[in-house]
């Protein structure tokens, strides 16, 4: 049984180049845990757009490509693919490894450090980057929340303060989902698939949705915060430093003590609009790195 896996879901046609860069990554800064597996989710229907580059990469850096169904009937919800995708590969490596991280493409580490290698919690993830749909912690649960969580019948004790990483709001717990790592037997991932899979369509959520378009490009994450409130609490969610998964798209946005001047000082980022947005000159960081990201990044 392996320690770790790394895994992701991809859009093969919009999202290779991105896979690349993180399996790369994985494989060049993440020692010890390098040689694991990393698992790639892909969609069956796009089984033939794999060119033979694109399979010469998954050879060499030892990907191993899970094919599944993806029912398109979600398409209209922001990030279904990942949230059905991550209990699928739950469920099929269930025992094969005593964690997964579960990370979006768009990531890349640059280490592994002393804090994911020594974990001892359930779950370890991160809050989320700034406070978007959340619920103030020194209010009431909105009805947005409310129904959320009376639809998948589940109750609300086991929230909790946190602050968000970026803005640093007080809110009730949420979940950044952009990086998970959990413990598969406890099944967290796959509680988020069926709760998103039985409660996202049998909803009136575009009421919210009308509101504040927000509310549709996270209600994905939001069925992930009832999913891990469901079965954990406080205590059994380690709460990873805002070095793991570090948001290069908010960089501007973070407080003085967390706005990182070096890269070398990251355990690994979350990409999202950046390389179009920002620019890697910002930072300082060692020689191998800076050569690492122009080959493999910035190409």
Not at 156 to 175: A, G, H, M, P
Not at 220 to 228: G, R
Not at 281 to 293: G, I, N, P
Request: hydrophobic share 40%; aromatic share 14%.
């Amino acid at each position: 049984m392996y320690n770790f896996i790394f895994a992701c879901y991809v859009d093969l046609e919009k999202e290779f180049a991105m896979l690349s860069s993180l399996v790369k990554s994985v494989r060049q800064f993440t020692y010890p845990v390098n040689n694991l597996p990393f698992i790639a989710a892909m969609d069956e229907t796009q089984r033939d757009l794999l060119s033979p580059a694109q399979q010469e990469m998954i050879k060499s850096y030892d990907v191993t490509v899970e094919w599944m169904t993806i029912p398109q009937k979600y398409q209209a919800i922001p990030y279904f693919e990942k949230t059905l995708a991550a209990g699928e590969i739950e469920h099929r490596y269930l025992t094969k490894c005593k964690r997964i991280i579960w990370m979006d493409v768009d990531s890349l580490f640059f280490q592994f450090s002393d804090e994911l290698l020594n974990l001892n919690k359930p779950i370890a993830c991160r809050p989320v980057d700034l406070k978007n749909i959340s619920c103030l912690y020194n209010e009431p649960l909105d009805s947005f929340w409310q129904e959320i969580y009376g639809n998948c019948s589940v109750r609300t004790e086991n929230l909790f303060k946190l602050v968000t990483t970026v803005d640093e709001k007080e809110i009730y717990s949420q979940f950044n989902a952009g990086l998970l790592i959990v413990e598969p037997r406890y099944q967290v991932l796959g509680l988020w698939k069926d709760y998103f899979e039985n409660c996202v369509l049998n909803h009136e959520w575009q009421k919210y949705n009308a509101q504040d378009k927000l509310y549709q490009i996270f209600i994905h994450q939001a069925f992930l915060n009832v999913a891990i409130s469901s079965i954990f609490t406080k205590e059994d969610i380690h709460l990873l430093d805002y070095r793991v998964n570090y948001s290069l798209a908010n960089h501007y946005r973070y407080p003085l003590q967390k706005k990182v001047e070096s890269l070398d000082n990251l355990v690994s980022v979350r990409l999202d609009n950046y390389l179009t947005t920002g620019n890697f000159s910002e930072f300082t960081m060692k020689d191998e790195l800076r050569s690492w990201l122009t080959e493999n990044v910035m190409k």
